[in-house]
């Protein structure tokens, strides 16, 4: 049996995941490839080296003792980070390894420059992780959906966002509340920046954006906005009215270019999104030919992600036996320009906290019909003595619109204050963005 040998980068989570698999399911893999892959050489810091996992292997601080070896075949990057990580890719690349990586920052903000060195060294390079942790994403829509005309891709892809939404849900708990409990527990990082303001969903949207419609998108490409400013008042609302709250991460094919945003919104209990609950993550997708389809799972953990990591392995384990690598390069092969966010057309939830009197309905009514914004549902509840907070659903608008709308509002002497607006996606948005 061939021996095909693996040097990996890194040993934190996803690292440790990757060994303990290749070691669980040594046996089972070995007979699906047709051959022994062997971790030859993992890169660790000196501090590392008292993790169990490690136990003998062979281990190294130096990157080029694993891109001097000509006997390692596939280099694994899973050390994190943009700069150092996009290094390291490409001198693996032009180094004439084959590589596998979870990185969606290098791969959303460098993408041209990596698939330039794939091309260029005529090797494989695959990053299922990097999306949906154990999801299977990637593949599908690089091989298995490309009969397809995809006009949609959505997804819940930050589990700690989406484990924040489902509490406030639940248990009525506030966001400062439920951020504490998620750092508590492992889901937030002690800054969760890049978390509850989008930036880590943003750069999966890019790359599940270039994927799904052919076209280079990067990170600077999408429009984001986090959940900090969701309030348990803005989740009651969502009930009451049948939605539920999450954040998108939203893709769309539409006649003016690609529209790419982070944002959160409100959601159809009916979607199939809706029901994604805690750290889970889900990717739902619209095709002409498929319909609709859903993929659901763990978006992050070590052994889960590790299952994609090896899952690429094989992939280019297969490929180095067959003497065909590259099968599936790059498939940004498009240039579409991107849909202005003026442009982009969705529903909107807005709430207001005004003076409690007679004719308040009347003058808001009239500043949205002044601004072409079409009114879909509007309720209004008592506050205290002498204010109201009136909640209003739209019809699906142009965002320059409705932010016309929501900056003359502001200037209405009867209205004190806009306390929410976030996007509603309905079925409406859908047929006037197609």
């Given at each position: 049996m061939r021996e095909i040998k693996i040097g990996l980068l890194g040993c934190g989570t996803v690292g440790?995941?990757?060994?303990?698999?290749?070691?669980?399911?040594?046996?089972?893999?070995?007979?699906?490839?047709g051959a022994k892959l062997t971790l030859a050489k993992?890169?660790?810091?000196?501090e590392d080296m008292t993790r169990p996992v490690l136990k003998g292997l062979n281990?190294?601080?130096?990157?080029?003792?694993?891109?001097?070896?000509?006997?390692?075949?596939?280099?694994?990057?899973?050390?994190?980070?943009?700069?150092?990580?996009?290094?390291?890719l490409l001198r693996a690349m032009d180094a004439g390894k084959h590589v596998v990586t979870a990185n969606k920052d290098v791969i959303a903000q460098f993408g041209k420059e990596v698939f330039d060195a794939v091309e260029r060294n005529n090797i494989d390079f695959l990053f299922e992780a990097a999306v949906g942790g154990g999801i299977p994403i990637i593949?599908?829509?690089?091989?298995?959906?490309?009969?397809?005309?995809?006009?949609?891709?959505?997804?819940?892809?930050?589990?700690?966002?989406?484990?924040?939404?489902?509490?406030?849900?639940?248990?009525?708990?506030?966001?400062?509340?439920?951020?504490?409990?998620?750092?508590?527990?492992?889901?937030?990082?002690?800054?969760?920046?890049s978390d509850v303001e989008g930036l880590d969903a943003a750069r999966k949207a890019a790359i599940l954006a270039s994927l799904a419609f052919n076209s280079r998108v990067q990170l600077k490409d999408v429009h984001v906005e986090g959940i900090t400013k969701i309030t348990?008042?803005?989740?009651?609302?969502?009930?009451?009215?049948?939605?539920?709250?999450?954040?998108?991460?939203?893709?769309?094919?539409?006649?003016?270019g690609i529209d790419v945003r982070v944002h959160p919104a409100f959601l159809p209990k009916a979607h199939p999104l809706a029901s994604v609950n805690g750290v889970l993550n889900a990717i739902f997708v619209r095709g002409n030919s498929i319909g609709e389809a859903m993929f659901f799972g763990p978006g992050a953990g070590g052994v889960p992600t590790a299952s994609a990591v090896i899952s690429d392995i094989i992939e280019i384990a297969r490929n180095i036996?067959?003497?065909?690598?590259?099968?599936?390069?790059?498939?940004?092969?498009?240039?579409?320009?991107?849909?202005p966010i003026e442009e982009i057309v969705t529903s909107y939830y807005i709430r207001l906290l005004v003076d409690d009197k007679p004719g308040v309905l009347g003058s808001i009514a009239k500043i949205f019909g002044d601004a072409g914004v079409s009114l879909k549902s509007v309720v209004q509840t008592?506050?205290?003595?002498?204010?109201?907070?009136?909640?209003?659903?739209?019809?699906?608008?142009?965002?320059?619109?409705?932010?016309?709308?929501?900056?003359?509002?502001?200037?209405?002497?009867?209205?004190?204050?806009?306390?929410?607006m976030i996007r509603v996606h309905s079925e409406d948005e859908a047929q006037k963005n197609d």
């Amino acid at each position: 049996m061939r021996e095909i040998k693996i040097g990996l980068l890194g040993c934190g989570t996803v690292g440790g995941g990757v060994i303990t698999v290749l070691q669980m399911n040594k046996d089972i893999i070995e007979q699906r490839v047709g051959a022994k892959l062997t971790l030859a050489k993992v890169l660790c810091r000196p501090e590392d080296m008292t993790r169990p996992v490690l136990k003998g292997l062979n281990t190294t601080f130096e990157l080029e003792d694993i891109l001097n070896d000509p006997s390692i075949d596939i280099v694994v990057e899973l050390i994190g980070g943009t700069r150092v990580a996009k290094d390291f890719l490409l001198r693996a690349m032009d180094a004439g390894k084959h590589v596998v990586t979870a990185n969606k920052d290098v791969i959303a903000q460098f993408g041209k420059e990596v698939f330039d060195a794939v091309e260029r060294n005529n090797i494989d390079f695959l990053f299922e992780a990097a999306v949906g942790g154990g999801i299977p994403i990637i593949m599908p829509l690089k091989r298995c959906l490309t009969a397809n005309r995809l006009t949609e891709v959505l997804g819940i892809v930050n589990g700690t966002t989406n484990y924040m939404l489902t509490k406030m849900a639940e248990v009525g708990a506030d966001y400062d509340t439920v951020l504490k409990e998620a750092q508590a527990l492992g889901y937030a990082e002690a800054n969760p920046a890049s978390d509850v303001e989008g930036l880590d969903a943003a750069r999966k949207a890019a790359i599940l954006a270039s994927l799904a419609f052919n076209s280079r998108v990067q990170l600077k490409d999408v429009h984001v906005e986090g959940i900090t400013k969701i309030t348990t008042a803005d989740i009651d609302y969502a009930k009451s009215l049948g939605y539920v709250v999450k954040l998108l991460a939203v893709g769309k094919d539409t006649p003016l270019g690609i529209d790419v945003r982070v944002h959160p919104a409100f959601l159809p209990k009916a979607h199939p999104l809706a029901s994604v609950n805690g750290v889970l993550n889900a990717i739902f997708v619209r095709g002409n030919s498929i319909g609709e389809a859903m993929f659901f799972g763990p978006g992050a953990g070590g052994v889960p992600t590790a299952s994609a990591v090896i899952s690429d392995i094989i992939e280019i384990a297969r490929n180095i036996l067959n003497g065909k690598p590259g099968a599936v390069g790059c498939t940004c092969y498009g240039d579409k320009p991107l849909c202005p966010i003026e442009e982009i057309v969705t529903s909107y939830y807005i709430r207001l906290l005004v003076d409690d009197k007679p004719g308040v309905l009347g003058s808001i009514a009239k500043i949205f019909g002044d601004a072409g914004v079409s009114l879909k549902s509007v309720v209004q509840t008592a506050h205290n003595k002498d204010r109201a907070e009136i909640v209003v659903i739209t019809h699906a608008v142009k965002y320059k619109a409705i932010i016309d709308a929501a900056n003359r509002l502001k200037e209405l002497p009867v209205v004190d204050d806009v306390l929410g607006m976030i996007r509603v996606h309905s079925e409406d948005e859908a047929q006037k963005n197609d």
